[in-house]
């Protein structure tokens, strides 16, 4: 049935001539596996291709939709992050096999008469590829990909005379919007794959006419008696070597966990842009070309090179194609080579020890992290962004240095009158506190309190006591609690602090659920209320100031503030961090800080 | 030999890239089918609050927009106007919720104040204030919706109608 259904189909087509023609290519010198690489880009391309059309199924470009949907296909889909991970990863996997296949060309000469067109087709179709990266790094729309398309956009800029025009036509207008979206990504699924497969077409149609280029020691008897045919010697291989590509793929995506997804783009942010790691050469290079130089590091060196790259099989003459014979061409482009690693090296070694950079990745990642668990609640249509004008958190911090920095500093930055709030609430602030209220982080010369005279060990248990009250403290120890209990109810510290009764009034704070959002909020609106510190209050009241909203939102960024705590409303797991004596998975020794933690617990 | 070589790397091929595209597939199909797998639209409430039981006066019908908001994929649309409906606060403090829409064409449906009764213009319907039909041409009586009463908010179960 198959069989009869094969012949009525290839009377009519002439499949079977077309399939002897493709897969009964001679392959003179026998099959090698010197010869995979190609074939090896040609399945990533088809990978690549798949899994672009599979996430165009999802993904939305324009400026308020495709943070979302990118989040979508990362977040809410069972194999959205693995087909991501893989296009992603493949991106370089494409590269470095294209380098990779570029070499073995050139080592054997493969680019000399007559087949200089090959090479030709070969270097437009290694531009498109690196065109890919570009464009489709900017498709997310996240902090990452906005701002190191933005060097790209603003490098093409630097072309003289043309320049302006072509970096408007690219981005769609005068700045990034809506249209830079659709145009990149018109770019990156039109117009590349089209163009590099009509160059592929041409490339593989110009080897198949001339053959493989052996190696140059194989004598030109053994090339004509060996003969192998393409099927299935030569395919046995590049279906072998297709799946160790696959497989080291593969489980790269699953050891990194899939792709980054950064925050949604702000453009008001100052992000320190980094292009992808093949473009980091080209990025660092641009360092030391500035002021009138730039041109020479964004246009002039990579056009020398590129031309260089297309007149080559025009300058090299040799008739032999062993390589000690093209000693020239190969110190050039080994030179290149070296100089591009190099590059490639000091800029990840710089970065990898840059104070700032290495802040703004950790910043990044919170943010990242954060973005995901606000994600979850629905994006607003006026885009990602949204999501964090709609944080809570994010109006606190707005609301806390317009209105409380002035007097509270912050990890390093604003006023010295009232408490430092670096790691407000936490167990060591409160430490501190105890220890030394007349210290300068605490109540300075204006503390009334002294400092509780008490073993170490005895004020760690009185803070750990007193900070679990608001029921959201992180790992807590409850022989320190009950420790702690003891000593803060039957010690010293009832007799001036109220605790127990809310609304009780003594000489000193009440103490009763202590830095809990209801007593935060309460004492924001009337520190000189006789439960707080009365008639020795020196904050301003913020009673009728602040609405309702606002006070909720500078509250929960209060408490965010604190590595021990969690802010339990945005908890997604609803119940309640539970008392532990061992220490828990959530000890803080993650290298990119406590908050990521807190938000990547509380997104599983 | 070269020929049975051959054979058997041609079998082995074929189980090869059997097995590479199957791998590739698994996941592209897992991912293309999600649809199926999870909803992408939905409202993100049953019961929907349309008011404060005392906004509704005793025996008298009261029209009431409902808005709720909609998850599409990855968005939120808060505030969408899904429709309206009739509310009618009984004597017990019940509630009876009706459709707006005349079971005979989807016409909108008015109450006659004048006359007790719900009026279809379109084709002259008339129900009364339980909603039975007592005249035109509908096929059934009007449309309700499940309700409930918590903290004195009224919720209509938007999603069932009955």
């Known amino acids: 049935m198959a069989n009869k259904f094969y012949e009525w189909i290839d009377n009519r087509t002439g499949l079977n001539t077309f399939l002897k023609i493709a897969l009964d290519e001679p392959v003179h010198g026998g099959a090698r596996w010197a010869y995979v690489f190609g074939s090896g880009l040609i399945f990533l391309f088809i990978l690549q291709a798949i899994t672009g ?7 939305s470009p324009s400026s308020t939709t495709a943070w979302g949907s990118v989040y979508y296909i990362q977040e809410q889909t069972s194999f959205g992050w693995f087909i991501r991970g893989l296009h992603h990863f493949g991106s370089s996997a494409m590269i470095i096999l294209a380098i990779v296949h570029f070499f073995q060309v050139f080592i054997y000469g493969a680019y000399k008469k007559p087949r200089e067109l090959n090479w030709i087709t070969g270097v437009f179709l290694l531009i498109f590829l690196m065109g890919f990266g570009l464009t489709g790094y900017l498709l997310p729309w996240d902090q990452k990909g906005y701002w190191a398309t933005q060097v790209a956009t603003n490098i093409i800029g630097t072309i003289p005379v043309i320049g302006d025009y072509v970096k408007v036509l690219h981005q769609g207008g005068s700045d990034y919007g809506n249209f830079t979206l659709t145009r990149f990504f018109t770019l990156h699924v039109f117009i590349l794959p089209l163009s590099l497969v009509t160059f592929l077409f041409i490339h593989v149609a110009l080897f ?17 008696e060996r003969v192998d045919p393409f099927w299935p010697d030569q395919v046995f291989k590049d279906i072998v070597f297709a799946m160790i590509i696959y497989a080291i793929l593969a489980g790269w995506v699953f050891w990194k966990g899939g792709a980054e997804l950064q925050a949604p783009a702000d453009p008001a942010s100052n992000y320190l842009a980094r292009p992808e790691w093949y473009f980091l050469f080209l990025f660092q290079l641009l360092k030391y070309c500035q002021g009138n130089l730039l041109i020479v590091g964004t246009v002039i060196i990579p056009m020398i090179g590129l031309i260089f790259l297309f007149v080559l099989p025009f300058i090299d003459r040799t008739s032999s194609n062993s390589p000690v014979r093209r000693i020239p061409f190969f110190a050039t482009i080994s030179t290149g080579m070296i100089g591009a690693i190099a590059l490639t090296v000091l800029a990840i070694h710089h970065d990898a020890h840059d104070v700032h950079i290495i802040h703004q990745r950790e910043d990044a990642e919170i943010q990242a992290a954060r973005a995901v668990i606000l994600a979850k609640k629905g994006i607003h249509p006026e885009g990602g962004m949204s999501i964090f004008l709609n944080d809570p958190v994010y109006l606190g911090e707005k609301i806390f240095k317009e209105n409380c920095n002035g007097c509270h500093k912050l990890n390093g930055v604003g006023g010295e009158n009232g408490p430092d709030f670096t790691n407000f609430g936490s167990r060591e602030w409160l430490f501190g506190l105890l220890k030394n209220p007349k210290d300068k982080k605490y109540f300075g010369d204006s503390g009334i309190m002294s400092p509780v005279k008490l073993p170490e060990e005895s004020l760690w248990d009185i803070s750990e006591f007193l900070l679990s009250q608001s029921g959201n403290l992180l790992n807590t120890n409850i022989d320190s609690l009950e420790r702690g209990k003891e000593l803060t109810l039957k010690g010293t510290c009832a007799i001036c602090h109220p605790i127990g009764d809310i609304n009780a ?51 929960k960024y209060l408490l965010s503030l604190s590595k021990d705590r969690l802010l339990v409303s945005e908890c997604i797991r609803q119940e309640p961090v539970k008392n532990t004596n061992n220490v828990s998975p959530l000890t803080p020794n993650i290298y990119f800080g406590i908050l990521t933690e807190k938000y990547l617990l509380a997104s599983k | 030999m070269e020929k049975s070589r051959r054979s058997f790397l041609k079998i082995i091929s074929h189980i090869l890239g059997g097995t590479l595209a199957a791998g590739i597939l698994a996941p592209i199909i897992g991912l293309i089918i999600h649809p199926w797998l999870k909803e992408t639209i939905y409202g993100t409430e049953d019961f929907i609050g349309i008011g404060n039981l005392d906004d509704f006066p005793v025996g008298i019908p009261k029209k009431m927009t409902v808005t709720s908001s909609k998850m599409d994929a990855w968005n939120i649309f808060e505030g969408l106007v899904m429709g309206s409906v009739w509310v009618i606060r009984q004597k017990d403090n019940s509630l009876k919720v009706f459709s707006t829409n005349c079971p005979h064409l989807g016409c909108g449906i008015d109450w006659g104040n004048d006359v007790n009764k719900f009026l279809c213009p379109c084709h002259e319907g008339v129900f009364d204030v339980n909603g039975k039909v007592i005249s035109g041409p509908a096929p059934r009586d009007m449309y309700s919706y499940q309700t409930k009463v918590e903290n004195n908010t009224v919720f209509v179960n938007y999603k069932n109608i009955t």
Not at chain 1, 53 to 59: E, K, L, Q, R
Not at chain 1, 526 to 550: L, R, S, V, W
């Open chain 1, 53 to 59: 059309i599979v996430m165009a199924c999802f993904y």
């Open chain 1, 208 to 224: 198949r006419k001339h053959g493989v280029t052996p190696h140059w020691k194989i004598s030109e008897k053994l090339l004509k």
């Open chain 1, 505 to 555: 009034k003594k000489v000193a704070p009440n103490l009763t659920d202590y830095l809990s959002e209801t007593w935060l909020k309460d004492f924001i609106k009337n520190p000189d209320d006789q439960k707080f510190y009365g008639t020795k209050n020196k904050m301003p009241g913020y009673e009728g100031k602040f609405n309702a909203n606002e006070l909720d939102s500078l509250v």
